[in-house]
């Protein structure tokens, strides 16, 4: 009834990029000069194929770009998610990667459409800095709002992802540390990957998870807290219990080994890992006619191949056939 692939791992969580186009121009992301490169589905065909995956057991769906809030219909697909049941007959939860631009407005519909959960894609806690890395003017002020109403609409946890890069913004590790308490959100550092489209990285830019810790010890130390084996991030609170810090390290501590995930792109590619050189499509074959049986069955001979690990930083490593605004996060 569950979907596992030949490793052994479950895969209960579902992330569907909606789009790839975004209105910020990270610099560790986009090149600035390229736009969309893949088309969008009809929400209808996302909304089949989240309903066949579901139908397999997935617990989790998570919407992603590019930027998400820039779809149209973003609402009513949330909804018509929340009307999706588990195979046990739970909701599921349904949660939205988003960089925060236009979150003021649609936190508050988004939850009232039945929107679970809101991570906040962020590097900077600094105006100048984060107008630097965005290239978009009067960015901060606008995704701060964006958080506020996020959790003014009951979306809490509100996640705040940042990805470091060292000589570039690991300088913000206390400041975000300052940030998760005085704003009540959980802050996760991200370890810098290849899937940037100027292709720039090299270990010697990865921030690592122990240094993360070290640096932050030094604003105030962290105990770590449990976490599940399927979750990315390593979960830490401030020795006081104000704050939590997530860490999301899969340079130096790949957590491969308990993966549940599967990827979804715009175009309706199905991608079984980040670092995919192949894909699978599942847009093609619902184009031609093929039935949710039909449909169902390919998906689970693909998962069933899924990748056993990514293989950053090795000798002949292979980057990913896309990269990251075009997979989704």
Not at 34 to 47: K, N, R, T
Not at 108 to 121: F, H, I, N, W, Y
Request: aromatic letters at 6%; glycine letters at 10%; a negative charge.
């Amino acid at each position: 009834m569950f979907l596992h692939d030949k490793h052994g791992r479950r895969i209960s969580d579902l992330r569907i990029s909606i789009t790839d186009r975004c209105n910020y121009r990270c610099v560790y992301c986009r090149s600035g000069s390229d736009g969309p490169q893949f088309p969008e589905m009809p929400i209808a065909d996302y909304l089949r194929m989240a309903s066949i995956f579901v139908g397999l057991g997935i617990t989790k769906v998570r919407l992603t770009g590019g930027e998400p809030l820039l779809r149209k219909g973003l609402v009513e697909m949330v909804h018509e998610i929340a009307q999706m049941r588990t195979v046990e007959g739970t909701p599921l939860d349904i949660a939205i990667t988003t960089n925060g631009h236009l979150l003021a407005d649609m936190a508050q519909p988004l939850a009232d459409a039945g929107l679970s959960r809101v991570t906040v894609s962020m590097d900077a806690v600094d105006p100048e800095r984060f107008a630097r890395i965005t290239r978009v003017a009067n960015g901060y002020e606008k995704v701060l709002a964006g958080v506020r109403a996020a959790q003014g609409a009951g979306l809490d946890p509100v996640k705040i992802n940042c990805v470091l890069l060292r000589g570039f913004n690991d300088d913000q590790i206390a400041a975000f540390g300052r940030f998760a308490r005085e704003e009540g959100v959980v802050v996760r550092f991200i370890e810098f990957m290849p899937l940037e489209e100027d292709r720039v990285w090299s270990p010697e830019i990865v921030v690592t998870l122990d240094e993360i810790l070290r640096r932050m010890a030094e604003f105030m130390p962290l105990r770590e807290i449990g976490h599940t084996g399927s979750e990315t991030a390593r979960r830490y609170v401030f020795e006081d219990g104000i704050g939590e810090i997530g860490i999301i390290a899969p340079v130096s501590h790949p957590f491969c080994g308990h993966c549940s995930r599967v990827r979804l792109t715009s175009d309706g590619k199905i991608r079984t890992c980040l670092f995919s050189v192949r894909e699978h499509d599942l847009a093609a074959l619902m184009e031609a006619g093929a039935s949710d049986d039909e449909l169902a069955e390919f998906i689970r001979e693909v998962v069933d191949q899924k990748e056993a690990r990514h293989h950053i930083g090795e000798p002949g490593f292979i980057p990913a056939s896309r990269t990251m605004v075009h997979i989704g996060g």
